[in-house]
């Protein structure tokens, strides 16, 4: 194994940060942007798994039509850029509301030679007005982690629905986002070993199971279906949140994310949907184009 820096995941990889004196998401992130540059630590302190989750984009993404990609918050385009190199024919596209976000992934994009990504700033919640985005539509939206920086639930389904309007007839969606009650699973998991529950960051709210799916349910066949759901790394969090940690608690000792437990378990497949223990599902939806359906039945 190469030697690479202990990153400590104290007793778990969602642990509280301390904010920003106005809770300013959008600061946290450009704050971010400052300290990592280009690294994949801005945007999530797990390097294994960050490339097990891109590996999962890739093998979804292949399957599916992605001759024209927007990836909406895209932070510092690590994720972009890697599909730009896995698919160069394609083009693709990145926006991100921070500004230090942008401008990180704009320098890595001129380093990498990614001529077929560009980056714009831009919100999700709206998209559709974005003046950088006019006009265009795409084959395939991704959103990774991003929903889960808003408020709640509400502007969780306004920005799913402002990524819809960026698709293409036919289109698809393709969603990688924590779902709370993955998490709850996990946790329900490591307090049988003693171990502290993860809890999710002050900037995020992770997506409500039952109302995502409700949710999913009555756009179905009308605005979007649903195609494919996937719990990323199942195994991982199995293997890294429950065996390793309580492994390093009986040692006295802090976890860290580069240990060689972590890196083996990316390797090892998600063990299957029965009981999500990983708190990132990946949603696979396909854009309709009815105009009979009645939008006033959308659950709150």
């Not at 194994?1 to 990889?13: C, L, Q």
């Not at 709370?180 to 529950?197: C, K, M, V, W, Y």
């Not at 994310?257 to 090892?268: G, M, R, T, W």
Request: with cysteine.
């Amino acid at each position: 194994m190469a030697n690479t820096p202990k990153r400590k995941s104290s007793k778990s990889n969602h642990a509280p940060q301390k904010t920003s004196p106005d809770g300013d998401v959008r600061a946290f992130w450009d704050a971010q942007a400052v300290a990592h540059g280009p690294s994949d630590l801005a945007t999530a302190p797990d390097h294994f798994y960050r490339t097990l989750e891109i590996e999962a984009i890739n093998r979804v993404v292949s399957n599916l039509d992605h001759a024209t990609i927007l990836d909406v918050g895209c932070g510092n385009g690590y994720t972009t850029i890697q599909l730009a190199k896995q698919f160069p024919k394609s083009t693709i596209v990145g926006v991100d509301f921070s500004t230090a976000m942008v401008d990180e992934a704009n320098k890595e994009r001129n380093k990498a030679a990614a001529a077929n990504a560009a980056f714009f700033e831009g919100d999700v919640l709206s998209l559709s007005r974005n003046s950088s985005l006019h006009g265009l539509k795409f084959d395939l939206v991704l959103s990774t982690r991003c929903l889960i920086n808003l408020a709640n639930w509400e502007e969780q389904k306004i920005g799913i629905l402002e990524m819809r309007k960026m698709l293409k007839p036919d289109g698809r969606l393709v969603l990688v986002e924590n779902v709370q009650e993955g998490l709850d699973n996990l946790n329900n998991l490591r307090s049988q070993f003693g171990l502290d529950p993860i809890k999710v960051r002050w900037h995020n709210k992770y997506l409500p199971q039952p109302s995502i799916m409700k949710f999913f349910g009555e756009i179905n066949g009308h605005l979007l279906s649903t195609e494919y759901v996937e719990n990323i790394g199942n195994m991982y969090y199995l293997a890294s949140r429950v065996i390793y940690a309580k492994l390093c608690k009986d040692q006295g000792v802090e976890p860290d994310y580069n240990n060689q437990i972590n890196e083996i378990a990316s390797k090892l497949p998600s063990m299957g949907e029965y009981y999500a223990c990983s708190p990132n599902f990946l949603f696979v939806l396909k854009n309709e184009t009815s105009t009979s359906w009645d939008g006033k039945k959308l659950s709150s």
